[in-house]
């Protein structure tokens, strides 16, 4: 039986649930997945009795959302390369009777971005979800520009892209040229300096789901752009989590078609 959830807080709004539980469903498998409301404070606690080689709840294992994603890997020792580079982990899980951690953000930006090497591309915000998609890009791009408040999450986005050029631009810098722009930034933390973009021709990939569509959203598909929602991002991260928690292989397109019907009106 798979014994999963989705950890964070705020966690009410959650579509994991709905997500997981659906695709167990299709795939014949008795499952239980759940959201349990987990805070920065609260998760060395959860942590600690979900994992212990003694604990009898038999968990699966958790997807993780704000603020866990960085916290968790001060607990968890079995980090995979790519997830300790973006210092970033969403996805807690346990192989062959240890527990690990690693980044479906990560591969699902992988499998979103359609990019050349001579792309532009800007990358709104500094956090977790921003360091999974640098990381994502890595090798797909010359160079990015971050937009940010302040230098100081430049370090982690370097330690996430080695490879990349990156520059950092102010929030107000405009987004008119640029052929993808993924934001990542809160609700709402953004709508000041949306207007300053006057034109696109390229992709605005959003992260968040709700609330929906986000003021960006709103003024690019006005200007004509193309939008990946944060559902997508949702499901496609969501794919590989059910693999890994489940150990089934299916066809990620017929589900990917399937998950995202479920949650459409959501």
Known sequence: MIKAAVLGSPIAHSLSPKIHSHAYDLLGLNSSYSAIEVNENSFSDFYLDATSKESDKNWSGFSLTM??????????????????????????????????????????????????????????????????????????????????????????????????????????????DYDLIIQTTPAGSFDDYVLNTKRTSGVLLEAIYKPWPTQLVKHFEELGGRVISGKELLVEQALFQIEIFSGVKFDVTEMRSALLSLIASD
């Open 67 to 176: 603020p866990l994603k960085e916290i968790v890997l001060q607990f968890c020792e079995n980090v995979d390369s790519v997830t300790e580079s973006i210092n970033s982990g969403n996805t807690l899980y346990k192989s062959d009777g240890t527990w690990k951690v690693s980044s479906t953000d990560y591969l699902a930006f992988r499998n979103l971005l359609a990019v050349s090497k001579e792309s532009k591309v800007a990358i709104i915000g500094g956090g977790g979800t921003a360091r999974a998609a640098i990381g994502a890009l890595n090798s797909k791009v010359r160079e990015v520009d971050v937009f940010l408040r302040s230098d100081s999450r430049m370090s982690a986005l370097a330690k996430a892209a080695p490879k990349l050029l990156i520059h950092k631009r102010d929030l107000a810098h405009p987004l008119d």
